[in-house]
């Protein structure tokens, strides 16, 4: 887990890598050198990491937030629920609604998306920079103040069952789908995106128990990219800071599946 961790977070600082080349005395181009930005770190009472990566290229910002729960923190039986709490942010948040956090991220031209993989969740927010005030705003209520309507988590549910539906029509996707139970069988990183089975069971309770088990400052890393001034600094700082802190209980991880010689799985789809 440490190591996709680490891979995780090598994510947040190539956003501010900067690239060179240079040329011998015949002109001819050598390879290209990466080096990170300069940046710090800060932990914050809560036990929150920040990272700062400053970034005056462009008139933008960024903030990442990364909690330590993906899929393979699903509760058992209830495969799935991971990526149902990640879909369910933007669908209610402090006193909005759906329809308004989405009028209101596009009123400033904000991005907001979350990806989930089996270690981690991240969740992401960028905007031009002299609209960096509001966007601060907007992103710390859904990451923080999630309502997780009811009529959403069902109107979730059914997406969620229309999509593993439709993987069957798709190969490339179904294999995909397929591969990680395959490869991992009952080990919880064998049921990244869950069962049909599974997706009904799941409940708001569920969804909730995820989000306020996993959720927590000293679980989570967040990066914050572009450009800013020290007073804009304090001013993220005090908002995550009132992120209130609470004990986690750590998951247990099985050990994976053992292998003897070469096994094959062949899916017949006569109708595809």
């Known amino acids: 887990m440490n190591r996709i961790l680490a891979v995780a977070l090598s994510v947040f600082l190539t956003a501010g890598c900067a690239s ?9 181009a050598k390879s290209a050198e990466f080096q990170i930005r300069k940046f710090e770190t800060q932990t914050l009472k809560n036990g929150l990491v ?24 699903d509760l058992p039986g209830k ?29 400033i031209g904000a991005q907001f998306g979350v990806n989930v993989e089996p270690d981690y969740t991240i969740a992401a927010i960028s905007s031009l920079s002299f609209d960096k005030d509001n966007t601060l705003k907007q992103f710390r209520e859904l ?61 708001r309770v569920d969804v909730t128990r995820f989000y306020s088990s996993n959720f927590a400052p000293s679980n989570s890393v967040l990066a914050v990219v572009g450009q800013y001034d020290a007073a804009w600094k304090g001013e993220v700082v005090k908002a995550f800071e009132s992120w209130k802190s609470q004990p986690l209980v750590p998951s247990d991880v099985p050990d994976f599946p053992k292998w003897s010689g070469t096994e094959l799985m062949l899916v017949d789809r006569a109708d595809l």
């Open 20 to 28: 060179s080349s240079k040329t011998d005395s015949s002109g001819a």
């Open 50 to 73: 920040v990272m700062w990566i400053p970034d005056e290229s462009l008139p933008y910002v960024s903030m990442q937030l990364m909690v330590k729960a993906g899929s393979s923190q």
């Open 143 to 203: 990451v923080l103040e999630p309502t997780f309507p009811g009529a959403e988590v069902e109107r979730t549910r059914k997406l969620m069952l229309a999509g593993l539906q439709k993987l069957a029509d798709r190969p490339d996707d179904f294999s995909e789908y397929l591969f990680p139970r395959f490869l991992f069988g009952q080990h919880p990183y064998g049921h990244s995106a869950g069962t049909p089975k599974s997706v009904k069971n799941i409940s």
């Open 79 to 107: 495969e799935g629920v991971a990526g149902f709490a990640a879909s369910l942010l933007e669908k209610g948040a402090g006193k909005r609604n759906a329809d308004q956090i989405a009028e209101d991220l596009e009123q």
